[in-house]
């Protein structure tokens, strides 16, 4: 099991976001395409899931798409960064993924930029 499978207590598989957002599947594998979210292969069998997390009423958590492009920058793969964004950080306070969803990007996207140096 990797680090991101055991901080992500919800997965969704492109089908059942496809059905949660109203949009058609391949625009959620297009939204994988581009950055704006990303998942790995988990469960028995694997299949490819997202966090559920990365979805808001709404849609997609607006400030993730810039976070996971400066993480991947950073040299991060989608389960590393999962793994980073799941797990608590006492300065922040909390998860980074809880900072974007509450709409507070700044300090998380500080905090991505840094790993890369």
Known sequence: MSTAEELVDAWLPLPD??????LGISRVR???ED????GIKTGD?????????FLLDDGVVPALRGTLVLLHDA??????????????????????IDQLRAG???EVRRRAQALAF
């Open 104 to 106: 507070a990007k700044g």
């Open 30 to 32: 297009r939204l994988v």
């Open 35 to 38: 950055r704006a979210i990303c």
């Open 45 to 53: 069998p694997k299949v490819f899931r997202v966090p559920a997390a």
């Open 17 to 22: 976001i496809a059905e949660v957002t109203g």
């Open 75 to 96: 040299g991060f793969d989608d389960d590393e960064s999962i793994a980073w964004l799941f797990t608590e950080d006492d300065s922040l306070p909390g998860r980074p």
